[in-house]
């Protein structure tokens, strides 16, 4: 299962690099300050850092990975599918019904899905999580997001 590991991580530290390459194509910096290119560049470098020290840890065999941690489940593997099919139903709403409408339904979808059982929490959580942020964006940083056919 070691082999499996390093296996991963070398291709964890390929996309790294990669994306690292890729980033250098944008500009680093602008008149203004950081460019577009300035954080993919170092999150991709931060990366590819972490994934040496993993990469040295399992080659000197001091770090806590047990053989049982790459393994799926069923329980998993389902959530893990129902989590996409949320994402997938939200978004071909998003058009339709509007930002707001659309992730207060996917958080409460969400939260429920993963195990909470707080309605009072749910309510507030997806209230906060669909009107808030919308506000936040399409008022504050004026990104437009789509209000769908209820205005909403």
Do not use: C
């Amino acid at each position: 299962m070691k082999r499996g590991w390093q296996a991963a991580t070398v291709a964890l530290l390929v996309i790294f690099a990669f994306f690292a390459y890729e980033s250098l194509a944008l500009s680093l910096r602008d008149a203004l300050g950081p460019g577009p290119g300035f954080f993919p560049f170092w999150l991709a470098v931060i990366g590819a850092v972490l994934a040496l020290v993993l990469l040295g840890q399992l080659r000197t065999g001091r770090t806590s990975i047990d053989a049982g941690t790459l393994s799926f489940d069923r329980a998993g593997s389902r959530s893990v599918l129902w989590v996409l099919g949320g994402l997938i139903a939200a978004t071909a709403l998003l058009e339709v019904l509007g930002f707001r409408l659309v992730m207060l339904l996917l958080l409460a979808y969400l939260l429920v899905l993963l195990g909470v059982r707080n309605w009072l929490a749910i309510g507030v959580f997806a209230l906060a999580g669909s009107i808030g942020v919308f506000h936040a964006f399409f008022d504050l940083l004026k990104v437009p997001l789509p209000v769908g056919v209820f205005g909403l």
